[in-house]
């Protein structure tokens, strides 16, 4: 099978099943007749841009990180000030808390802006660390997060 008709089965399964891990992704495609291994898989999220992000239960589902034709510079501000929880700034690095299952979706949308300010994201489930050249990159880029987080209780 073509790595173009393994991708579009797979978009199909995360837009109809509430899938959450690989294992889970990879017993649908078996399900569908398609063998492919975890490497297989993890690439294909990779490319796909394919993220974990909650659903209308508040349950962590796989979907398709989608860009809109909103300014991408807006959106990332509008996902800061939706989702971010706090900021910290520990030398070359700007640690975010996300409010539960956003870490990956906000890391996405700075990964996608190539902003020079980032070296780097690591994201997990609520939590991300942004890595900068150093530490001027860093603070300028704390500074700038940090003015667009709900301070709203």
Known sequence: MKKSER?????????EYPIATQEELMAKLKAEGIAATQATISRDIREMQIVKTPDEHGQTRYAIFKTTNKNEQDRLFETLHDVVTSIDRVEF???IHTLP?????LAAIIDDLNLPEVSGTLAGHDTIFVVSPNTTVAKQLYESFASHISNED
């Open 7 to 15: 991708q579009a089965v797979i978009e199909q399964l995360i837009s």
């Open 101 to 105: 299952s956003n870490g990956n979706l």
């Open 93 to 95: 690095m700007n640690i």
